[in-house]
């Protein structure tokens, strides 16, 4: 029985912060983020923007497109979770009129749980072929400001269908995985922004791929030839081009720089004017490959999930005959172009009115998306949609 994605879609928020005007603000040259990092734009999100609104409107254009009461479970990943206890999965259900006959979960590990989640949900099929699970994965990526990750944040959320006869990618059996117990990102509970050892987080996602290839070929006997594009987890689009370049030396794969690149460009256009969305990078870029590569069907693509702290998997999935048809690209394009530019000033002031510590708070109509956060009282997060 073939079990993978359905249907997949992307929600970022309406508003963008340019490299350019980054780079004049910190008195950079803009090379170092077009070239160095390859990032030009970053989404930020407005204060009542947060992943509930984010992955509900990421969702709710797959629910359009089938029963939405048969959803059996809400796999929600994130690593920016509004709340302690209760899962942001249970405010997404109620804005998208899931069944009540359906359980939700939130599921963390740094930039990995995305992948966690729909592998989860791939098992979750094949032992009972009725589930049809809808994977959630969103994050907004937030730094202290001056600090060598601010330019690498943004954000946005990825809705995944999974069920049995997918229309869009198999997922196969068979992956490899690695785990250490490493300090290179991590947020502790009383900070709103992540702490990165920055240099060092890339040499242990690059040992982590190593590694977690290895389990692979040991588990599946498949080899480099076998794949014909790759996804990786991109948190700047640098990362995943380093990431590639190594894969190629370590499995000693003889082929043109030119043919290294092309394997991994068509799954970079998005993520390079979205920035870091931390969970939902790995799959952001899955789409983004299916937006603008020719003629996928049939094509094997190796996913590289790494989550900082840190938990990293390869696995592989097949392209469906037909996918074209279910694709939402047109959705993905409109969103990133309809964003509005920030000034540095306006960038500031969102990024200094996200989490009010006060009790009672209405939030101003910043964005123009379906749902949105309307305030917080009594210590109590309310959501509405503004759309039917
Ligand atoms: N023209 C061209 N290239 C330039 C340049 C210019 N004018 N100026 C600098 N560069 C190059 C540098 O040579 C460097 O290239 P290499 O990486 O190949 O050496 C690159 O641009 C970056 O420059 P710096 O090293 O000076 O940049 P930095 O130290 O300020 O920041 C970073 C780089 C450490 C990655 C930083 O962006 C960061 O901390 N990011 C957050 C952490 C992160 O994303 N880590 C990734 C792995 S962890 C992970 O994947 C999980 C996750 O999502 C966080």
Redesign the pocket.
């Known amino acids: 029985m073939k079990v993978g994605i359905d249907l997949i879609h992307f929600a970022t928020s309406d508003f963008y912060l340019g490299l350019d005007l980054f780079a004049l603000e910190k008195n950079?040259?803009?090379?170092?983020y077009?070239?160095?990092?390859g990032q030009e734009k970053m989404s930020i999100a407005p204060p009542d923007e947060d992943i509930v609104t984010l992955s509900a409107k990421a969702a709710e254009p797959i629910l359009n497109q089938i029963e939405r009461h048969k959803i059996s479970a809400v796999l929600f990943a994130t690593e920016s979770g509004v709340d302690q206890s209760k899962s942001a999965g249970a405010f997404v259900h109620s804005l998208l009129n899931l069944s009540n006959r359906c359980r939700v979960i939130e599921l963390k590990h740094?930039?990995y749980a995305g992948a966690a989640a729909l592998q989860m949900a791939v098992n979750m099929v094949k032992v009972n072929p009725k589930e049809e699970v809808l994977v959630i994965a969103a994050d907004i990526?937030r730094?202290d400001l001056n600090?060598?990750?601010e330019?690498?944040q943004g954000c946005g959320a990825v809705a995944m269908l999974v069920r049995q006869a997918p229309r869009i990618l198999e997922v196969e059996p068979g992956s490899g995985y690695y785990t250490e117990d490493v300090m290179?990102?991590w947020r502790p509970n009383y900070r709103e922004t992540?702490l990165?050892d920055?240099?060092y987080?890339?040499k242990?996602?690059l040992s982590s791929l190593k590694q977690a290839w290895l389990h692979f070929t040991e588990e599946t006997g498949k080899k480099m030839s076998d794949i014909h594009q790759f996804c990786y987890?991109i948190?700047?689009t640098?990362?995943a081009e380093?990431a590639h370049k190594q894969l190629i030396k370590i499995t000693q794969t003889q082929q043109t720089e030119a043919d290294t690149l092309e394997q991994i460009k068509a799954s970079q256009i998005y993520n390079r004017i979205v920035g870091?969305s931390?969970s939902a990078?790995l799959f952001v870029g899955f789409c983004s490959l299916l937006d603008h590569a020719h003629n996928l069907a049939n094509h094997r693509v190796g996913f590289f999930s790494?989550?900082?702290g840190c938990v990293a998997e390869f696995f592989t999935g097949i392209i469906q005959p037909g996918y074209q048809s279910y694709l939402m690209t047109d959705s993905h394009q409109a969103q990133i172009e309809q964003r509005q530019p920030l000034s540095y000033n306006q960038y500031l002031a969102f990024y200094h009115q996200t989490e009010p510590n006060q009790d009672n708070i209405e939030f101003a109509t910043h964005h123009t998306g379906p749902f949105r956060l309307s305030a917080i009282k009594d210590h109590k997060r309310i959501y509405i949609k503004t759309q039917d």
């Open positions: 950079q040259d803009l090379n170092k077009l070239v160095g990092i740094a930039c990526a730094y600090t060598s990750g330019a690498t290179d990102f992540a990165v920055g240099k987080s890339t242990v996602y987890h948190p700047f640098k990362m380093k870091n931390y990078s790494y989550g900082s």
